[in-house]
């Protein structure tokens, strides 16, 4: 039986710098919402008969995201690698606009929060979509996964 999804996702803590109680409420919640509720489907991994669910690891290494993906029990299936380049700006804005929306959180109208959220979201979105794009052919995935796979990307992208 098939079941196309991820059940465990680890960050190489190595690669994060730096992270405040944002940022860390943020990983939390997008752990959280991925393990309850994701489509993942590596490709070669399900050619090769192995249908899932699946474990993945992500890390960035030398400007580069690695999802090392493995099968239920850890045994490893494959490593796909993306170039970050074209995440850099989608990844700076995005935390250009949540260090606001935080900061409006504390202290700004609820008009004014809920403009900078619609900011962040479209953001948001937009980064997601060029994630499905980049995995293309490597692994099929849903919306809402692909908008969290984003916010982990940003955490492991964190610099100083």
């Known amino acids: 039986m098939s079941d196309p999804r991820i059940i465990d996702i680890e960050l190489d803590e190595a690669t994060i710098l730096r992270r405040n109680a944002d940022i860390e409420q943020e990983r ?5 919402d991925l393990k309850e509720d994701n489509t993942f489907k ?6 090769a008969g192995y249908t899932g669910p699946y474990r993945l690891r992500l890390s960035v290494n030398d400007g ?7 099968d239920e029990h850890g045994n490893p299936l494959e490593t796909l690698m ?20 935080y900061q409006a959180i504390r202290k700004a109208t609820a ?4 403009t900078i959220d619609m900011a962040r979201r479209g953001l948001h979105d937009s ?7 980049r995995l ?8 809402p996964t692909a908008r969290r796979l984003f916010t982990l990307i940003c955490v492991l992208h964190i610099r100083g």
Not at 64 to 70: C, E, K, N, P, W
Not at 136 to 143: A, C, F, I, Q, S
Request: aromatic residues 10%; contains cysteine.
């Open 136 to 143: 293309e052919g490597k692994v099929e995935t849903d919306w």
């Open 111 to 114: 008009a004014e929060i809920e």
């Open 64 to 70: 580069r995201l690695t999802m090392d993906i493995s």
């Open 82 to 101: 993306l170039g970050l380049g074209r995440f850099r700006r989608p990844i700076r804005e995005y935390f250009a606009i949540c260090d606001s929306y």
């Open 127 to 133: 980064a997601a979509e060029l994630l499905v794009e």
């Open 28 to 32: 939390r919640i997008a752990i959280h």
């Open 42 to 47: 590596p490709l070669r991994a399900w050619e």
